[in-house]
């Protein structure tokens, strides 16, 4: 089956700390993988995907193969960085599936 | 470059009833994608929509079905509402050359079905 599992629904650290947000995805065939954030009252925004292997807003994705994990990293986390995050794959046949998302709380 | 939009913001309709949303691409993209997405959960992937063509379903009954138009907007309509429908429904336009790229959503259309 595929899947994409996001464990956390909530996660919450304090301003500098570093920040993992994990993800699983269950796929058979060779996977695209994305992440997307929500800040408030915004909408839905791609953040990063395996393919481009770039670092944005300081956050970085690196694709498992071998562990099915696509988990989202920050070494320092900010306050603006609080947000909804959403992990999702693509698996070929024009169909996108997400996780059910991580809310990220960053303290003072 | 115009963003998504879509319409209407809310609606609430009654059990059984039936409901037509609308999405407009963003400029330039002729690929429309529909999302559901239930409270507390990720967006469910709905069907796409690809040169007036679907050509990508997820695991949604027949009596959701859609429509693009030349100009690449879409509809996406919902028969026999049932109170399980209410959800957000976004939209995600993109560029579709080879798949996987990326999406750009729409504000979404918070449906009520009463």
């Known amino acids: 089956a595929q899947r994409v599992t996001q464990p956390e629904k909530l996660l919450s650290v304090f301003k500098g700390a570093p920040v993992e947000l994990k993800c699983n995805y269950s796929?058979?065939?060779?996977?695209?993988l994305f992440w997307y954030v929500q800040y408030s009252r915004q909408r839905l925004q791609l953040l990063l995907r395996?393919?481009s292997r770039e670092s944005i807003k300081g956050f970085t994705a690196d694709l498992n193969k071998g562990e099915t994990s696509f988990h989202l990293k920050k070494p320092f986390a900010q306050e603006e960085d609080s947000a909804m995050y959403y992990c999702?794959?693509?698996?070929?046949?024009?169909?996108?599936?997400f996780g059910a998302g991580t809310r990220l709380f960053v303290k003072a | 470059e115009t963003g998504v939009t879509q319409s209407p913001t809310h609606l609430i309709k009654t059990r059984g009833q039936q409901v037509t949303l609308r999405c407009s691409s963003q400029?330039?993209?002729?690929?429309v994608s529909w999302y559901q997405q239930a409270l507390g959960q990720g967006p469910q992937f709905i069907f796409q929509?690809?040169?007036?063509?679907?050509?990508g379903r997820g695991n949604f009954p027949p009596r959701f079905s859609g429509l693009q138009f030349p100009n690449y907007s879409s509809e996406l309509n919902v028969n026999a509402l049932e109170l399980d429908d209410s959800a957000l429904y976004l939209c995600?336009?993109?560029?579709?050359?080879?798949?996987?790229?990326?999406?750009?959503f729409g504000p979404g259309t918070r449906l009520t079905v009463l």
């Open positions: 400029s330039g993209h002729n690929t």
């Open positions: 796929y058979s065939g060779s996977p695209e």
């Open positions: 999702a794959l693509y698996t070929g046949g024009f169909k996108t599936i």
């Open positions: 395996h393919i």
């Open positions: 995600a336009s993109s560029l579709e050359d080879r798949g996987g790229n990326e999406q750009f």
């Open positions: 929509y690809y040169r007036e063509e679907e050509n």
